[in-house]
């Protein structure tokens, strides 16, 4: 007879931790998360699958029940901490693996991260390079054909939380087969591709290669097709979605379409008149993005960032706006 669920919600340990790399450039430690140093940092390039890859082989995935390990910038981008993340899972025991996504607009701007990819890294041929590196590592996973993507089976930033059977599959069956590849396996493109620096919207004190932005985005096709029956994705209420906002757009959008993208969600039926949605939302959305963060590099490594953005502060005026340094479009 299995465990009463009362029970195991009693008896489940759950460690959420928090990647310290480099302390004086992050966050401050995020309520119920504990720290975990890894200033050795030996391959930034893989970013935090370096760490996903040195807990599953040190057996530090094997200490709790449920485990992740996720940023600093985990709370300035998803505004939960680690005491919402536990109550959550404690409140539904029983799954392999449970994923948070920091940016639940993205949901209601974009039919899959597949749309969105090519228009934020410049590159057209961004999926069919992503393709073929899994193609090289045998990894059986479909970047080419677009499925829909929402809040109950997409997640970003690598903000997961699993049972020690989710991390062996995990890293043996995706993460292990890719950052493995060498450069005579790979060929010179694509390895140059992995990881040379790309195009990135977002501040980054190391502009990474497109490795980890491959892996992280593999692993929402991966848990779907790997553990459709045993994965939870964390709810969020409407006002939650919009608080999440890092742009007028998105709120736009959500307000003037969210209950419309709900209820193709809730069909699961997506007509011509949702993809003509998706296909200019997501136009509009990502090229919002590239605009805006020409004019304003967001960042997360000092807390919250939307109190402070100009186009949502008080008192801001489009003068002030005008006379902020834009970026490099191209960079």
């Given amino acids: 007879m299995g465990v009463p669920e009362d029970a195991y919600r009693q008896i489940m340990k759950i460690r959420l931790l928090q990647n310290r790399i480099d302390p004086s450039h992050e966050n401050p430690l995020i309520a119920g998360f504990d720290a975990f140093d890894f200033s050795h940092n030996p391959h930034p390039e893989w970013r935090e699958f370096q760490i996903f890859e040195h807990i599953v082989a040190s057996g530090v995935h094997r200490t709790a029940d449920v485990l992740g390990a996720v940023s600093s910038r985990f709370h300035a981008k998803g505004l939960l901490d680690g005491n919402d993340v536990r109550q959550w899972i404690e409140a539904n025991p029983g799954y392999e693996v449970y994923v948070t996504n920091p940016l639940p607009q993205m949901s209601y701007c974009n039919f899959s991260s597949n749309d969105r990819s090519p228009i934020i890294h410049g ?24 499925a829909r993507q929402h809040n109950g089976n997409y997640g970003l930033c690598s903000y997961w939380f699993g049972t020690p059977i989710f991390w062996e599959r995990f890293l043996s069956e995706l993460v292990e087969p890719v950052i493995h590849l060498s450069r005579n396996e790979l060929g010179s493109e694509l390895h140059d591709f992995l ?6 919207y977002g501040d980054a004190r190391h502009r990474p290669g497109a490795l980890p932005f491959l892996l992280e985005r593999a692993t929402s096709l991966y848990i779907t097709r790997a553990f459709p029956q045993s994965s939870a994705f964390y709810p969020r209420t409407r006002q939650q979605v919009l608080d999440c906002c890092l742009y007028p757009f998105e709120r736009d959008l959500i307000t003037l379409f969210g209950d419309q993208v709900d209820a193709w969600d809730a069909a699961a039926h997506y007509e011509p008149a949702a993809r003509a949605y998706f296909d200019r939302a997501c136009r509009h959305a990502n090229h919002g993005w590239l605009l805006y963060g020409a004019l304003h590099r967001i960042g997360f490594d000092h807390g919250n960032p939307r109190p402070h953005l100009p186009w949502f502060t008080q008192g801001s005026t489009h003068a002030e706006t005008a006379k902020m340094e834009v970026h490099d479009f191209a960079a």
Avoid: C
Avoid at 195 to 200: A, D, E, I, L
């Fill in 123 to 146: 590159d057209p041929e961004v999926l069919h390079r992503f393709q073929a590196v899994l193609d090289k590592a045998g990894v059986a996973l479909d970047f080419l054909t677009s």
């Fill in 195 to 200: 990881y040379r620096p790309m195009q990135y």
